[in-house]
């Protein structure tokens, strides 16, 4: 039986807000890629055929990024079954359909029908007014219909559909096993992404015609990148009480072994939500987009349970360190929560909320291991971690001026922040840094070090090495050559690695007491 090609994993097409219509750009068919025959008709699902991912979490997730108290209504709105919640989520949530990862494969086979002569319509449990709004994009169906508040338009109800309202021979494009009561009665079954043995199951239908587009992605791969792991680099800063402390013995080890996983378990988790409530933010941004849930790599209706998952894991190490220690866990999942759903926006406001998640970490080392937190280090941590923070939002607004059309308003998406406030953003990190700095130099000339160190003025290099460091970032973040993560940049950078070591070799040559 004739077979289209197979169409990559990443295969998909996110269209900007200026892109024409795709009817306006559809392909010249060749004469070797079109079907042998084509059905009169050609019908297409939304969910995970269309789009690379499911409007009903894509709906839920976007109305609670904008309003957490959706929650509550959105519950009694699923007491009244599957289309009433649909319809709920479709009039509290806005996505931009321009955003959304289209599957190129399936736009591909659309334009060869179309230009045919075939008339094609989208069919989609998704609620009408999605799928409608999606359509209207597009400008490639004659014909749409989603599910109305009352019916859930899938399985069986999907085929009675098709005969009541089409007339001739269809094809039918979908890609999960609800999908079987439809292609039973096609004449041409299509799927799109699914796994084997959905596949052997519509070849066992012997319909006159199937075919099979894509192929199921590496979603192993794909998970262990929606954990972040290269930003577990941050949790590092747990053993930072005990290496400050000169506690390096085996059971202090230990303890901060122990709260940098649970730092890193409850971290990811973090992240995984994050991903989940800044879906259309970061479709918008050239690189986040690629990200595994913005991208549709994976199913958002696994992200949920995949930061649960994490987030019990690291909480039960949490508790097997202590109370101190747990209590601090709480008090960061919590502030990067408010920070997701809503402190992220706010101007100034989420700089200093990253610099305290960042401090945190130093707050938690100490709980695990016991030992106390000097005020010079946390007051070091802070300014320091604030300059990071303002860093962090330079480059973003340097990568959004870059990025500008002309006559934008100049609004971040998602932030709380301008193109124009790009100079105070960059003062800002500045003089936060070079304060951590002043902290360090005053601390380097206290009382307090005289009992760790024999040759204190060695620790006077660090001070010359972070004045050096600090300055680069910010005016490499300037250029436009800034990671969107100074942390990640810095383990990235050649330069910022030396002075890693040239700070280790500072410290070392102060004689460290035995």
């Known amino acids: 039986m004739p077979q289209t090609p197979c169409y990559g994993a990443k295969a998909m097409v996110v269209m900007g807000k200026d892109t024409p219509p795709w009817s306006a750009r559809l392909p010249t068919p060749s004469p070797t890629s079109s079907p042998d025959r084509l059905q009169d008709t050609l019908i297409v699902d939304l969910d995970g055929t269309l789009v690379k991912t499911d409007m009903l979490h894509e709906s839920f997730w976007a109305a609670l990024g904008q309003r957490w108290t959706v929650v509550g209504s959105t519950l009694l709105a699923g007491l009244g079954g599957k289309a009433a919640l649909k319809k709920h989520l479709a009039e509290n949530a806005d996505f931009d359909p321009s955003t959304l990862p289209y599957d190129a494969g399936v736009l591909d086979l659309i334009a060869r029908y179309k230009q045919a002569g075939a008339q094609i319509v989208l069919l989609t449990a998704s609620d009408h007014s999605v799928a409608q709004r999606i359509a209207d994009h597009l400008g490639l169906f004659d014909r749409v219909q989603g599910s109305d508040g009352?019916?859930?338009?899938?399985?069986?109800?999907?085929?009675?559909?098709?005969?009541?309202?089409?007339?001739?021979?269809?094809?039918?494009?979908?890609?999960?096993?609800?999908?079987?009561?439809?292609?039973?009665?096609?004449?041409?079954?299509?799927?799109?992404?699914?796994?084997?043995?959905?596949?052997?199951?519509?070849?066992?239908?012997?319909?006159?015609?199937?075919?099979?587009?894509?192929?199921?992605?590496?979603?192993?791969?794909?998970?262990?990148?929606?954990?972040?792991?290269?930003?577990?680099?941050?949790?590092?800063?747990?053993f930072l009480p005990m290496l400050a402390a000169h506690q390096l013995d085996a059971g202090t080890f230990l303890m901060s072994l122990l709260a940098f996983i649970a730092f890193s378990m409850i971290a990811s988790s973090v992240y995984v939500f994050n991903d989940l409530l800044d879906l259309r933010a970061d479709r918008a941004h050239p690189r986040k987009r690629l990200r595994p849930f913005a991208s549709g790599l994976l199913p958002l209706s696994t992200g949920a349970g995949l930061g649960l998952a994490l987030l019990a894991s690291g909480c039960m190490v949490a508790l097997a360190l202590g109370p101190a220690f747990f209590g601090v866990m709480l008090a960061y999942f919590a502030i990067t929560l408010a920070y997701s759903l809503r402190l992220k926006r706010l101007m100034v406001v989420d700089i200093c909320a990253l610099a305290v998640l960042y401090t945190l970490r130093i707050i938690a080392g100490g709980a695990a291991t016991d030992i106390p937190i000097s005020v010079w280090l946390i007051a070091f941590a802070l300014f320091l971690f604030f300059s990071l923070a303002a860093v962090k939002r330079q480059a973003e607004l340097?990568?959004?001026?870059?990025?500008?059309?002309?006559?934008?308003?100049?609004?971040?998406?998602?932030?709380?922040?301008?193109?124009?406030?790009?100079?105070?953003?960059?003062?800002?990190?500045?003089?936060?840094?070079?304060?951590?700095?002043?902290?360090?130099?005053?601390?380097?000339?206290?009382?307090?070090?005289?009992?760790?160190?024999?040759?204190?003025?060695?620790?006077?290099?660090?001070?010359?090495?972070?004045?050096?460091?600090?300055?680069?970032?910010?005016?490499?973040t300037h250029r436009g050559e800034m990671d969107d993560d100074p942390v990640v940049f810095a383990v990235r950078d050649r330069t910022s690695q030396i002075c890693g070591l040239l700070v280790l070799l500072c410290a070392g040559g102060g004689a460290v007491l035995g």
């Open 150 to 238: 009352d019916a859930n338009l899938k399985g069986a109800r999907k085929l009675d559909w098709i005969r009541s309202n089409t007339t001739g021979s269809f094809a039918y494009l979908g890609d999960s096993r609800p999908d079987l009561a439809v292609w039973a009665g096609a004449d041409a079954a299509i799927t799109v992404d699914a796994p084997a043995r959905l596949r052997r199951d519509v070849d066992a239908l012997a319909r006159p015609r199937t075919q099979h587009i894509g192929r199921q992605p590496d979603t192993l791969r794909a998970y262990v990148k929606s954990l972040r792991p290269h930003q577990w680099l941050k949790n590092i800063l747990v």
């Open 398 to 476: 340097v990568d959004d001026a870059a990025r500008a059309q002309p006559g934008s308003d100049g609004k971040i998406a998602g932030r709380g922040y301008h193109v124009d406030d790009l100079p105070v953003i960059s003062q800002m990190a500045l003089a936060s840094g070079f304060v951590a700095v002043l902290v360090m130099a005053l601390y380097v000339n206290s009382p307090s070090v005289s009992g760790l160190y024999d040759q204190p003025a060695a620790l006077w290099g660090i001070c010359l090495i972070l004045l050096f460091w600090i300055s680069r970032v910010v005016l490499l």
